[in-house]
């Protein structure tokens, strides 16, 4: 009897090992890969524990709908976690250079010994994925090529690009607030998508993330886009009294910051602008043609502004300063009857320094909107109505280094935006 005892025990004792000395010697973490190199990464972890068939309501194909509920099945079995990088900015990011990798956990081992029926060996401990196989969820004819790796199956679709990104393995680069988003949204089921690169640094922009849940029958996703240190002073908001908020309705965008003219790097980009575009020319067009210093009308606004746009049009409401010469010099110019730009009919003045553009009406609302008194920008927008939709909605706001964008949608919306595109 103490023989059995001893031999159960000594099991145990080396089944313990093998399982410690897998999870923290051998097996690494996804994260791991990554790196200063990194611009795109999207990580879903605790899939174990994630009911993907709620996602099966928002398909309208009833054929696609039961081939997902079919192909996702195995996910819940034998897949912990889900990851996908790119060092490839958003403008050249290419199928073919997207890596994934697959955490099976503790199922590793058997999930090897499963891999001869779907893949056969190709080069360099890289297989591929055999002729008779067809994807879960990728095309037929789309060929991928994977890697087991220390605990890990690293896939994608060039054998070349598995092996340089394997490569880099040892480059790991901690980002605090990166690895903080992707524990932040770890439950979300479908996952978080962060994104940084040289084209968001433009505006000041350290990173963005997109993350996304259903609650019952709603999609719900959320966008996060988190500013550097520079943007965070550009757009510092200290007013105490805030006139305008009182106005704020559905579908108005509210503004309130220091310094409008900081505005100048959102406005003027190049998203909208075109990248042949030089907003310091176009300034020192409009100050020689019109003699209007767009930068110094800017700080002439009084810290508050809203932007409408409804079925009768778009318009604005704007607080002025005292003071502001570029503005009224501006006002002249488009109330003149002599101008060839002649909008005094869309131009109040209201006690001196509010100006109201547009024919629009702005009223006081019956309840205020209650935003942190650090907010530089706010919206409660319903785009059902603009895009002929059962219900589209979002809100944002900016406050502090980050601007939050939630988006609502029902499944209704989700199967008719299927059918249009």
Do not use: C
Request: no cysteine; hydrophobic share 35%; charged share 30%.
């Amino acid at each position: 009897m103490k023989k059995l005892v001893g031999v159960i025990i000594s099991i145990f004792v080396i089944l313990a090992v093998l399982l410690l000395g897998y999870k923290f010697v051998y097996k690494i973490s996804p994260r791991l890969f990554i790196n200063k190199d990194t611009k795109l990464i999207y990580a879903n972890e605790g899939i174990t524990t994630k009911d993907f068939k709620e996602l099966s309501q928002f398909i309208a194909n009833k054929e696609k709908r039961k081939k997902f509920e079919k192909n996702i099945k195995p996910l819940n079995k034998y897949i912990t976690k889900i990851y996908a990088f790119s060092d490839d900015d958003i403008q050249r990011l290419k199928e073919n250079d997207i890596v994934f990798v697959i955490d099976p956990g503790y199922f590793y081992p058997f999930a090897l010994k499963e891999l001869d029926k779907y893949y056969e060996s190709y080069r360099d401990g890289i297989l591929i994925e055999k002729e008779n196989v067809s994807g879960y969820f990728l095309p037929e004819n789309k060929k991928t090529y994977l890697k087991p790796h220390r605990g890990l199956f690293i896939v994608g679709f060039k054998p070349e690009v598995i092996k340089k990104f394997v490569s880099k393995e040892d480059q790991y680069t901690y980002y605090k607030d990166i690895e903080n988003s992707i524990d932040e949204n770890r439950d979300n089921l479908l996952g978080t998508l962060i994104y940084t690169g040289p084209e968001i640094e433009e505006f000041g922009v350290k990173f963005t993330t997109l993350t996304g849940n259903v609650v019952k029958n709603k999609l719900k996703f959320q966008q996060v886009t988190v500013l550097n240190e520079n943007s965070v002073g550009r757009y510092k908001n200290t007013k105490e009294n805030r006139e305008l908020l009182q106005y704020v309705g559905k579908n108005d965008i509210y503004l309130s910051l220091d310094d409008f003219s900081n505005l100048d790097v959102l406005i003027f980009n190049p998203y909208v602008l075109g990248y042949n575009f030089d907003k310091e020319s176009m300034f020192e067009f409009w100050k020689a043609i019109f003699g209007i210093d767009i930068k110094l009308m800017l700080k002439e606004v009084d810290g508050e502004a809203i932007i409408r746009s409804t079925e009768n049009g778009a318009g604005a409401m704007v607080k002025i300063k005292e003071d502001s010469k570029e503005i009224r010099k501006v006002l002249g110019l488009l109330q003149s009857e002599n101008g060839f730009l002649d909008m005094s009919n869309e131009i109040q003045i209201k006690d001196n320094n509010t100006v109201i553009l547009g024919t629009n009406e702005f009223k006081k609302q019956e309840k205020e909107y209650n935003i942190p008194k650090e907010a530089f920008i706010f919206g409660d927008m319903d785009f059902s109505k603009f895009l002929n939709l059962p219900d589209l909605d979002i809100t944002f706001i900016g406050n502090g280094n980050k601007i939050t964008t939630d988006i609502e949608m029902s499944a209704d919306t989700v199967k008719e935006i299927q059918k249009r595109y």
